[in-house]
């Protein structure tokens, strides 16, 4: 009887251990990119037919759609964008020389900030993004969480190729501090998008209206 009662008991105590490490393991887990679609799927997108390439771009402005962050980039000026990069023909096409730049309705010229600014800027909120004149790097104000850094750099936007007939997709992060309504009016232009022969193809250009417009899901 009482090798029955311990092992009752026992069971009891790894059922209790299980029901605490699940709520655990939801609440620790890794932050996950959402799927992409293929881009002329999305509202702001692009399409060349006959070079057979989309590009899109889908704003994360709404806290509906942020919270996939743990991070609030909005509260520090920061805008995500999910961008979307479609290559339907049969040879594989070179990011490795493109440029992406937001024109916003009142012609301000915006371009994705790469990480060590994202990071500095989310450490010290009063930081500049622009390239530093100070040779030594101040110490972060703030130090940044590391499921904040997993979150970004699982997060960004890094294909250099795009193979054929695949979707490659991550985020581009934009300073739209101080700007009051950065999407309406504004559009996103792609230059140096390559063919696999190293032939640039036309630029491409992103309706931010478009998505603005859009029925919301």
């Given at each position: 009887m009482q090798h029955s009662s311990l092992r009752l008991s026992c069971s009891l105590i790894l059922c209790v251990c299980a029901l605490l490490v699940v709520p655990l393991a939801v609440a620790s887990k890794s932050f996950v990119k959402p799927e992409a679609k293929s881009a002329d799927r999305y509202p702001a997108h692009d399409s060349h037919?006959?070079?057979?390439?989309a590009i899109a771009a889908d704003p994360y402005d709404r806290p509906e759609k942020?919270?996939?962050?743990?991070?609030?980039?909005?509260?520090?000026?920061?805008?995500?964008?999910?961008?979307?990069?479609?290559?339907?023909?049969?040879?594989?096409i070179s990011l490795a020389n493109m440029q992406i730049e937001v024109i916003t309705g009142n012609r301000a010229k915006l371009t994705p900030i790469g990480a060590e600014d994202?990071?500095?800027?989310?450490?010290?909120?009063?930081?500049h993004t622009g390239p530093s004149t100070i040779p030594i790097p101040l110490p972060h104000?703030?130090?940044?969480?590391?499921?904040?850094?997993?979150?970004?750099?699982?997060?960004?936007?890094?294909?250099?190729?795009?193979?054929?007939h695949t979707t490659q997709s991550g985020f581009l992060f934009f300073d739209v501090g101080g700007i009051s309504s950065p999407l309406r009016g504004s559009s996103i232009e792609i230059t140096g998008v390559a063919d696999a022969r190293g032939n640039e193809l036309l630029y491409f250009e992103l309706s931010l209206d478009k998505y603005l417009n859009a029925p919301t899901p």
């Open positions: 037919s006959d070079e057979k390439v942020a919270k996939i962050f743990s991070v609030d980039f909005a509260a520090h000026g920061f805008l995500p964008v999910f961008f979307i990069v479609t290559n339907n023909g049969d040879k594989p994202l990071y500095r800027r989310l450490s010290n909120p009063q930081a104000k703030k130090p940044i969480s590391e499921k904040a850094v997993e979150e970004i750099e699982s997060s960004r936007f890094a294909a250099r190729a795009v193979e054929p």
